[in-house]
T-cell receptor, first 116, second 110 residues
């Protein structure tokens, strides 16, 4: 079974620029998550989708971050404009309630963002 | 949302068992206990989960206290490839707000 795909793997931008990350979840997984992981910390949930609807975006900085999940499959996370403190690894995960018990999440390799 | 507490780091010798503790004193009756691990430069990967009873799989064992306020992930024979950050989290089926703590960084010595 193919895993969660993310691109790009690495991105370097200047502050105030825009950036977008793409995620393709495991086929058939209804739930998709975006996490931010700052060096030395655990992942922090930014947004959770159920199909193409948002079920939790309480920790998403909505003044600069946006995310969408078109047709309930692929998702993009955008930052506009980026700040230095946005430097982190952005992880995408997906889950299916039918697989391995309650909402076991499968993570992609992440996108490492460096803001200069 | 219930949170978990883990030691910052632990050390083990190769080929020896490792017991990674997790406290979750505010766990609710519907919370499942999940363990994930994160190898360097990779996303977290699922290790094991349980609700009330102890669980075993090919990767590890999970021992859950009778009052469910703590659990222990057991790696029966640590290898160098087990060196990673281990996260204990609580998940409700269909629930939101998954909270990862800082996890336990496991060092394995040859």
């Amino acid at each position: 079974e193919a895993g969660v795909a993310q691109s790009p793997r690495y991105k370097i931008i200047e502050k105030r620029q825009s950036v977008a990350f793409w995620c393709n979840p495991i086929s058939g997984h209804a739930t998709l998550y975006w996490y931010q992981q700052i060096l030395g910390q655990g992942p922090k949930l930014l947004i959770q989708f159920q199909n193409n609807g948002v079920v939790d975006d309480s920790q998403l900085p909505k003044d600069r971050f946006s995310a969408e999940r078109l047709k309930g499959v692929d998702s993009t996370l955008k930052i506009q404009p980026a700040k230095l403190e946005d430097s982190a690894v952005y992880l995408c995960a997906s889950s299916s309630i039918r697989d391995r018990g309650p909402d076991t999440q499968y993570f992609g390799p992440g996108t490492r963002l460096t803001v200069l | 949302d219930a949170k978990t507490t883990q030691p910052n780091s632990m050390e083990s010798n190769e080929e020896e068992p490792v017991h990674l503790p997790c406290n979750h004193s505010t766990i609710s009756g519907t919370d499942y206990i999940h363990w994930y691990r994160q190898l360097p430069s990779q996303g977290p990967e699922y290790v094991i989960h349980g609700l009330t009873s102890n669980v075993n799989n090919r990767m590890a064992s999970l021992a859950i206290a009778e009052d469910r306020k703590s659990s222990t992930l057991i790696l029966h024979r640590a290898t160098l490839r087990d060196a990673a950050v281990y996260y204990c989290i609580l998940r409700v089926t269909g629930g939101f707000k998954t909270i990862f703590g800082a996890g336990t960084r496991l060092f394995v010595k040859a």
